[in-house]
C-alpha cells in the first residue's frame, strides 16, 4: 500500500527565514504529487501538485516543490515565509494503479513568529 | 475545476444518533471520496463512493458504521451511525476530475 511520511510534525521559525518541508513517499509506481495547506480554521487549499514534467514545480504564495524520483521525495520550499504562512501543510500522493486514491502524510504545522 | 457544496458546516450530535452528511458538486465526476480528519490529525480515507455500486472502503472502515449512498455523479452523502465520541471529526468530500478538490467539511461534535 503506498503511504506518504512528513518527517517534520512541528516547524517553528521567524518571517523571512526559509522553510523546506520535507516528504517522501512509498509507491514505486507513476504517481502524482499534492502539496495543501490549511489555514487555521479554513479548509484545504492546493499550493500545487505534480503530474509530470520539470520536476521543479512552482506553486501559489511563491511555493515551489522538487520530485526527486530517485529519492521518492516531494519536498517543499519557500525561500522567505512570512507570518500568513503559519498553517498545516499536508503532502499527498495519488497513484493511479491504486484507484487514484489520494493518501496523505500526517502533516506538518508551521508557525511563523512575527 | 469541479465546486463542492458540503453540509451541514458543523454540528453537535448525542452518542448513540446517526448524522448524514451531503456533499453536492456542481458538475458531473466519476470518482468521490470521503475523508475524515480526527482533531490534529491529517487526513484519513473513509471510502470511494461508486455511482450505481456499494462504496469501496478501506482499512478500519465498515458501510454499518459509515453507510454512503452516491444515487448519480453529483451527489453523495455519508452517514456516520450509532455515533461516539471518537467519532468526534471533521468530514469530508473530495471529488477527482482535473484534480482533487475538496468541499469545506463538516465539523462534527459527539457529546
Known amino acids: 500500500a503506498q503511504s506518504v511520511s512528513q518527517h517534520n510534525h512541528h516547524v517553528i521559525l521567524s518571517e523571512a527565514a526559509s522553510l523546506e518541508l520535507g516528504c517522501n513517499y512509498s509507491?514505486?509506481?507513476?504517481?502524482?504529487l499534492f502539496w495543501y495547506v490549511q489555514y487555521p480554521g479554513q479548509h484545504l487549499q492546493l499550493l500545487l501538485k505534480y503530474f509530470s514534467g520539470d520536476p521543479l514545480v512552482k506553486g501559489i504564495k511563491g511555493f515551489e516543490a522538487e520530485f526527486i524520483k530517485s529519492k521518492f521525495s516531494f519536498n517543499l520550499r519557500k525561500p522567505s515565509v512570512q507570518w500568513s504562512d503559519t498553517a498545516e501543510y499536508f503532502c499527498a500522493v495519488n497513484a493511479e494503479a491504486a484507484g487514484n486514491k489520494l493518501t496523505f502524510g500526517g502533516g506538518t504545522r508551521v508557525l511563523v513568529k512575527p | 475545476s469541479a465546486v463542492i457544496s458540503q453540509k451541514p458546516s458543523r454540528d453537535i450530535c448525542q452518542r448513540g444518533t446517526s448524522l448524514t452528511i451531503q456533499c453536492q458538486v456542481d458538475s458531473q465526476v466519476t470518482m468521490m471520496f470521503w475523508y475524515r480528519q480526527q482533531p490534529g490529525q491529517s487526513l484519513t480515507l473513509i471510502a470511494t463512493a461508486n455511482q450505481g455500486s456499494e462504496a469501496t472502503y478501506e482499512s478500519g472502515f465498515v458501510i454499518d458504521k459509515f453507510p454512503i449512498s452516491r444515487p448519480n455523479l453529483t451527489f453523495s452523502t455519508l452517514t456516520v451511525s450509532n455515533m461516539s465520541p471518537e467519532d468526534s471529526s471533521i468530514y469530508l468530500c473530495?471529488?477527482?476530475?482535473?484534480?482533487?478538490?475538496f468541499g469545506s467539511g463538516t465539523r462534527l461534535t459527539v457529546v
Open positions: 473530495s471529488v477527482y476530475d482535473v484534480g482533487y478538490t
Open positions: 509507491y514505486g509506481g507513476t504517481v502524482n
